[in-house]
């Protein structure tokens, strides 16, 4: 199987800073797309920001010039760099990521992953 598990999440003041971190882990045998997401209170989950396995990214207008997304492909680790963070960027943030696994038996099999979210809260 394979599991996401994002960190960096907290409380911060509008124009600050956070890196997001979500590392892939399990039978992983390889990993495409990884990706970004939140999701706001009363809200519909929203991509963020995606990037392939050959470093290609793309944004979302609402973050784009303050936001990064990078991976480390050795890590199996995607990173969110969050500047000139807005109160309406308050949200859970969602890792994804899919690509193929080893399942034994079964040989490789396809698989979409989500991580558990972690809080962003953009506060004075």
């Known amino acids: 199987q394979v599991q996401l598990v994002e960190s960096g999440g907290g409380l911060v003041q509008p124009g600050g800073s956070l890196r997001l971190s979500c590392v892939a882990s399990g039978t992983i045998v390889s990993i495409g797309t990884m990706g970004w997401y939140r999701q706001a209170p009363e809200k519909e989950r929203e991509l963020v920001a995606v990037i392939t396995s050959g470093g290609s990214a793309n944004y979302s207008d609402s973050v784009k010039g303050r936001f990064t997304i990078s991976r480390d492909n050795a890590k199996n680790t995607v990173y969110l760099q969050m500047n000139s963070l807005k109160a309406e960027d308050t949200a859970v943030y969602y890792c994804?990521?899919?690509?193929?696994?080893?399942?034994?038996?079964?040989?490789?099999?396809?698989?979409?992953?989500w991580g558990q979210g972690t809080q962003v809260t953009v506060s004075a």
């Open positions: 994804n990521a899919d690509g193929t696994y080893y399942t034994g038996s079964y040989g490789h099999r396809p698989y979409v992953r």
